[in-house]
T-cell receptor
Framework: GAVVSQHPSRVICKSGTSVKIECRSL??????MFWYRQFPKQSLMLMAT?????????EQGVEKDKFLINHASLTLSTLTVTSAHPEDSSFYIC???????????????FGPGTRLLVL | AQTVTQSQPEMSVQEAETVTLSCTYD???????LFWYKQPPSRQMILVIRQEAYKQQNATENRFSVNFQKAAKSFSLKISDSQLGDAAMYFCAYGGLYNFNKFYFGSGTKLNVKP
């Protein structure tokens, strides 16, 4: 149980284009989803927290107009990188937790990540 | 704000031996959760072990156990009978009961396992 998927696993795009990354909880209802960014050999940096049906809460320094987050259902959250530039190239990871069901409510379950390369 | 410190950037252990990874944290909260996650080269974050702060008993999961010292704000991970598959980055994480279970991560410890 507690499987989280991400799509795509890898994406290459041209500078100025927008890229959408999907995060899905496959076997549970994710009341809260988190988006992280990870640079090589570094820890995870939280970008934003989203709750189903409400606006995402962004961490300080994260541009909400550049990183659009939508959590439209209890199993899907999307991160859209708008007008991507080479400095946006990174590894993006989502995680999910649930306040419902038998899962440990405080635990975050992570997706496999998406590698974004902006040329 | 909560902070999590992992003071060992890299460690090595011989296969079948035991290794302990250190983690300290700072918080003013009395109830919280602590986690160890493993990130192998695939970069998939895998939950290793979880500890509730209100429980005095240290959590154990097969070869993995923790030494939780609440007063000292210390949360170390012991890996017994190390296996080649244990080689990975290990991240300690603090999870509060507020802010929708937002996590604070340590900087990570890279564990090498020598055959």
């Amino acid at each position: 149980g507690a499987v989280v998927s991400q799509h795509p696993s890898r994406v290459i795009c041209k500078s100025g284009t927008s890229v959408k990354i999907e995060c899905r909880s496959l076997d549970f209802q994710a009341t809260t989803m988190f988006w992280y960014r990870q640079f090589p050999k570094q820890s995870l940096m939280l970008m934003a927290t989203s709750n189903e049906g409400s606006k995402a809460t962004y961490e300080q320094g994260v541009e909400k107009d550049k990183f659009l987050i939508n959590h439209a259902s209890l199993t899907l959250s999307t991160l859209t990188v708008t007008s991507a530039h080479p400095e946006d190239s990174s590894f993006y990871i989502c995680s999910a937790s649930s306040q419902r069901g038998a899962l440990q409510q405080e635990t975050q379950y992570f997706g496999p990540g998406t590698r974004l390369l902006v040329l | 704000a909560q902070t999590v410190t992992q003071s060992q950037p890299e460690m090595s252990v011989q296969e079948a031996e035991t290794v302990t990874l250190s983690c300290t944290y700072d918080t003013s909260e009395s109830d919280y959760y602590l986690f160890w996650y493993k990130q192998p080269p695939s970069r998939q974050m895998i939950l290793v072990i979880r500890q509730e702060a209100y429980k005095q008993q240290n959590a154990t999961e097969n070869r993995f156990s923790v030494n939780f010292q609440k007063a000292a704000k210390s949360f170390s991970l012991k890996i017994s009978d190390s296996q080649l598959g244990d080689a990975a980055m290990y991240f300690c994480a603090y999870g509060g009961l507020y802010n929708f279970n937002k996590f604070y991560f340590g900087s990570g410890t890279k564990l090498n396992v020598k055959p």
